[in-house]
DNA sequence: CGGTGATGATAATTCGGATTATCAACATCG
DNA sequence: CGATGTTGATAATCCGAATTATCATCACCG
């Protein structure tokens, strides 16, 4: 009751006669420049291991330059509560799926200090380098941590695009997702788009405006911005339901549920009066029992390519790591839905 | 580009001009037996480390003996999955939360083998021993492990009410609770209830039989307990459809769901012809628009609890612990709902 | 019988940081 | 001036496992 001793390589070396050395090597079951090791003694050896509770120490594993089968996640904001999970369900459920399979297990860095509302990799006290490699989560992300973590030469993957060099990452392919919107649109008979968005500056962000900018481009149509970082959402429905244009197309859900609420209110509905899209993923979500029209983003299978690569990254040697493909978009689908509908000849 | 030297504290040693023990003692700010280390001394040590880009090990902190401020999270099946989530959810937010606060990172063993359908907590390469403590989840809870870890002295915490001695457990009071129904149904008339359960021999499981049976005998009450292990819900169904008892009490609210459709087959409407009552939490749960009588759970709050119980248990020294209070049971509170309703006196 | 390999296994070292045992240098006291 | 502190800091160890350097032993060969 008073002493939990624990059972080290020592001890077991003890018990079958033998010396630390040669129990680590029948455990790790390796040959070394001119180390031989019989079965009999390995057989005695196992026997004294399977005798107690031996489990080898992961401190001292990792610090003799081991792998350590952890794998780290890293989230801008907490990943658990009721909210985030919206979001974060799904990349977390591929996230423990893939870390399953590859018999790891997930160091999350609850502890990160919170500085400006996110929170900080790099700290005092960080274990990230307990882990084997690090998955990084959210839309803040920080372009001098993931620079730092490029330079140091330590293995991680970020969810989502990104801009600065030499960063892996898995992401979703916005700009071809947005086009394919726009082309919708088009076939329905829309010539004028509004985008209304939250005014961002992460990288799906700009994708999605590159990619509206580019459609508009190529299909002739004529485009307006209007961000909330510069008015908020009922200025935005005034301006919207003042104007001209046939279709709205919103950010994300949220904002779409919340700019139909508005628009109600002067006298548009939709799609009747006005033709709604999102730009981000509807799955379980509809407006008035209509299905939205937006995207369906394989979130699951965009965390599992992310910690497979991270895998990639960390098994490889220098060499094998040099052609890995760093950086891969992902397809994600479109949700026809009901809220974009065939233009009115009447106008 | 090719060689991420890492910073330890040899270098950061060099660097001030100091030796690595002075390193240290600066770094964890601490007063040896006989050693004093002045101010100035301190600052050069510290303005060194600002230069670089130094962070300690973790590994060699937790090989030399130090705490982690790492916590163990064991579930004994798949944690992050969609259907998962429900139950796990609000668990593993009360978690996080109160990691956060604790300045502590949470592993998850997400490697842990499965066997027999449930994972096995030890294993050849159990990282278990990288943590402070464990918090254990799941109604599985394998009781050989649980020895195990009580007789090895490991800090952990069970979420849940457990019957091995020595195992510290945070859980909810389903006698009470269960007592409470009981007492409500009485109060509307009620003296003939069936309990359909799902016959498992967890320790909640057994609460809810006993807290029924002491409830009966107290209350002068008939109960008739039907388990879904012996026969196929259908078949309970149709006993109580045939039968004379007025409330149907169910384990959970995924087996009062299931049951009332097959009620409504046999012509039974809840509550016109028989009143319903569930022994788990009921949020966000409804049938046919009303909502359902039974429990609300303070799970949040649950593993919040259990958390810092484990960090008690991690921080105090040997005696200190002696006098902790190794378990809690923590009251929920009833959802009135209203699928539990007067008896009719047409009888 | 001395030399040369092959065998089998161990002692010694490493990893990075915490802690203990020791020591040098200088001050103070009687 | 020598004994005794006091200050400041270092060398040496330890934690547990992995790996390298070395060393006995015995067999076989010429």
Redesign the interface.
Known sequence: ??K?P?VTQREIARIAGVSQATVSMVLNDREYSNVRIPEATRERVRRAIEQT?Y??????R??AGLD???LGVFTYE?????ES?DFY??L??G???E??R??????????SPVEDGTRKL?H???????TDGCILLGQQMDSAELT?LV????PFVAVGRRDEPGVPYVGIDYVTLTGDIVEQAVALGHRRITYAHYGRSTPAAADRVAGLALAAETMLVETTLLSTADSDLSEVAAVIANGTDTVVITEDVFMAEALAVELAEHGKAIPEDLSLAVLGDVEGHSLGGRGMTGFQLPREQLAAEALALLQQLIVRN?KARAKLELRTMIEGSIVAGATLAQLKESR
Chains 1, 2 share one sequence.
């Open positions: 009751m008073e939990p624990k509770t489990v080898p120490d992961p401190a001292a990792r610090l350590n089968k952890i907490a990943a658990l509560s009721r999970l369900g799904p977390l459920h996230i423990e799926q870390a399953e590859l018999g790891c297990d997930l160091l999350f860095f609850t502890s790099f005092k006290q960080t274990r990230l380098r307990l730092r330079e140091e030469g330590f220098d």
